[in-house]
């Protein structure tokens, strides 16, 4: 069974700084990754996916997440925070493409200070 | 392009009264299709799911059920309303040939009072 890891219910960040969300991962065969927001009364959106092609994912919104197998991580990254970022960001794992259900981890809620 | 369309967006409804909230998918064939609930502080739980027109598998005994009735629709139902049933009520779907990601509607918040 898969398991999903953010590290942090809450992360406040000044406007212009780095936002890092983290995400640990475990999974008996190699995962496939997401990374979702989701606004205020809103559904969730993609923001970007690892399917074992690049290890350096590129997302919407300026947002990138690195996949790192010996760390079983994949954590969330933009180098500088906009007030538009404020949501609730969760990451996902997949054990397999053919594979009915994702598992989410618990989310990770960023404030964005002016 | 395919769109996920959510529906009532708000409800408030007393407890002991029933539930009806429909989903619907245009533009996709045979998706995959997904209930899941946010309560407040408790994460997104997945409650069902569809492989297809009257399969479905209940992830957590409740008193909710779902139904889909046809290929790109989704209800979730139930008799009687708890308390504990409010919370943000969202549907998804994925198709195949894809990595598994899920693809959400805009979402239900249902008050139970």
């Known amino acids: 069974a898969q398991s999903v890891t953010q590290l942090g219910s809450h992360v406040s960040v000044s406007e212009g700084a780095l936002v890092l969300l983290r995400c640990n991962y475990s999974?008996?065969?190699?995962?496939?990754l997401f990374w979702y927001v989701q606004y205020p009364n809103q559904g969730l959106q993609l923001l970007l996916k690892?399917?074992?092609?690049?290890?350096l994912v590129k997302g919407i919104n300026g947002f990138e997440a690195e996949f790192k197998k010996s760390e079983t991580s994949f954590h969330l990254t933009k180098p500088s925070a906009h007030m538009s970022d404020a949501a609730e960001y969760f990451c996902?794992?997949?054990?397999?493409?053919?594979?009915?259900?994702?598992?989410f981890g618990g989310g990770t809620r960023v404030l964005v200070k002016p | 392009s395919q769109t996920i369309h959510q529906w009532p967006a708000t409800l408030v409804q007393p407890v002991g009264s029933p539930l009806s909230l429909e989903c619907t998918v245009e533009?996709?064939?045979?998706?995959?299709l997904y209930w899941y609930r946010q309560a407040a502080g408790r994460g997104l739980q997945l409650l069902f799911y569809?492989?297809?027109?009257?399969?479905i598998s209940s992830e957590v005994p409740q008193n909710l059920s779902a139904s889909r009735p046809q290929d790109r629709q989704f209800i979730l139902s139930s008799k009687k309303l708890l308390l504990s049933d409010s919370g943000f009520y969202l549907c998804?779907?994925?198709?195949?040939?894809?990595?598994?990601?899920?693809?959400f509607g805009p979402g239900t918040r249902l008050t139970v009072l």
């Open positions: 998804a779907w994925r198709s195949w040939g894809t990595y598994n990601e899920q693809f």
């Open positions: 999974s008996s065969v190699p995962p496939y």
């Open positions: 690892y399917t074992s092609a690049a290890t």
């Open positions: 996902a794992v997949s054990p397999s493409a053919a594979g009915n259900k994702l598992t």
């Open positions: 533009g996709t064939s045979n998706p995959n």
């Open positions: 569809s492989v297809g027109i009257g399969q």
